[in-house]
């Protein structure tokens, strides 16, 4: 058995595709297109683990995301590049510098935890 994807339900998905893009460089690697919903799977080019992506067509209100008790993690080679680019873009929502890490904010809410590469 190994992980497959994650799935996250958005409201605007070009919108969501973009920050995923500029903000950690996935990139599509395919889509499924239906009547009522679009499933568009992103890929980080060296892992097999996908993050799903469902708009589901005619939803307009956000999405409960109760206490935002979940996330999904990055490591990252260059963490201060990036968390330079974050702060420029306005997406870091927490930061532990303590422990080394901080969690940036996607357009819907969801919280991503970005953490260094560790050897």
């Given at each position: 058995m190994r992980f497959?994807?994650?799935n996250i339900n958005v409201l605007?998905?070009?919108r969501?595709?973009?920050f995923y893009q500029d903000a950690l460089g996935l990139r599509e690697e395919r889509r499924v297109e239906k009547e009522d919903f679009t499933l568009v799977y992103l890929g980080d080019g060296a892992t097999?683990?996908?993050l799903e992506l469902t708009w589901l067509h005619e939803r307009t209100e956000p999405y409960?995301?109760?206490e935002c008790e979940f996330h999904l993690a990055f490591s990252v080679p260059n963490y201060d590049e990036l968390h330079a680019k974050h702060a420029e873009m306005g997406c870091i929502c927490f930061e532990n510098a303590e422990m080394g890490i901080y969690f940036i904010e996607d357009p819907d809410g969801y919280w991503l935890e970005i953490v260094p590469e560790r050897a």
């Open positions: 497959a994807h994650m605007d998905l070009q969501s595709l973009r097999g683990f996908l409960d995301l109760g």
